[in-house]
């Protein structure tokens, strides 16, 4: 082709397999492979993975790939390698076997030849390896650098993690295209990527999808005007397991709520396992496997379940208590209906479960920040500011549970967006239980803001 490289479309189908782009993907990839910064701003399954792997072998050489969590580090690197790609980790968790096949890897590198690199925040911070990063770059032969999971760098996002401050080098290498991806749109998350990598809007390529995620319907139950909540739950979401494929995830906030809930699903003949903390990690990993295979259909987990999964017919998400923020509620229910096939997500909501969160959230803020004000932390402020946009949040998801309005378009503004088609124009029962039936759900809503809880 002019621009001396392969086209995108036959490095798609012959290298990774897919016969075509996803929305987004291809306007990404160029603007990767062009070898500007680019921000993509993409739902959780759209694909943001291929949008450094294949700019990565079209530019060749290296493709650094910063990711912050251990297992999305080896899924990420399974899925490479899968592909015949020759990736490597670098990690505190890989043996010093591992660790040095990857650095021999690195320093025999070419400028011609792909190779991916996984490493963690705290690894592009240590001098040593930030010092052979741009010894790399500087020889050509460092291309490519991926930052995914970028809300990291903000105390906006839900993960925060300060080591993702210190990768502003990164973008500023010679001859080096910069990606950062994230599934978290909100605005104040965008401009802390902007401000720590220090790109400016308008000289940057900014992709960024809707996250509108139109098969999922959305609904919340409000406890205190239910008689038998398990009950409720249990005939709504029955018709989704009717095939003989289909999955759910109910999230609980305590490890015995999961496990009273899943020992009640399953001596109803409905096949359920918990997944929390308090099990082993054999139990976990066996329950894991089992609902990924379809021998268990309901997952009832606290939230330590669910990231880097990719299960594409999960039918439904029910939060059994309150969400703890509108962005984890978005990458949450979100995990429904990868296979754009309908979906549900509700949550169920009582004041004493929203009061509780409330508390729970204060009294973390509170212990942190004693801890970091004893210690004379550096990050006390930026750890302040996190918890504020965190309490923010949380009442944020409050409302959406407390107002009679439309859930999607409460969802989505918090990201910034703002439906085009909305409620009952999508179709019947196509966008949530307000648009369905706007008079029950405001006369509901009404009735729970004057119950009084035990
Ligand atoms: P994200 O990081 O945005 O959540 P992933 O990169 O993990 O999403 O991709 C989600 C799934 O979509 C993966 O199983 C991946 O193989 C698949 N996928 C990505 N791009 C395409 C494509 N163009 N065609 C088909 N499947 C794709
Ligand atoms: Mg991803």
Redesign the pocket.
Known sequence: SPSGHPPLTSV?SSV???????PN?QEICEAVVGGGSTVAL??????????Y?LPGYVRSGVTLIVSPMLALIA??LG?LTGAGLTAHALSSAASAAENAAAEAALDAATANTPLYILVTPERMAMPRFKAKVERLAAAGILRTVAI?EAHCISTYGHDFRPSYGKLAYAAALPGVALVA?T?TASPAVLRDIESSLHLVRGEYTLVRASFDRPNIRYGVIFKSLTPDVYLKLRTLIMPFLAGRSGAGIIYCRTRAECDELAARLYIDGVPAKPYHAGLSKAARAENQTDWLDGIVRIIVATLAFGM?I?K?DVRFVVHYSIPRSLEAFYQESGRAG?DGLPALSLIIFSKSDASKMTWLTARERDRRLAALRKARDARLPSFRAMFDAASASLEATINLCTTASCRRAALLAHFDERLAVRGAARGPDACCDYCSHPEAVAKATAQAASVKET
């Open positions: 798609l990774f397999g897919h016969s075509s782009f996803r993907q993409l739902p959780t399954g759209a694909g943001k993975s291929l949008c792997a899924d990420q899925k995914d991806l599934a880097g990719d594409p990868r």
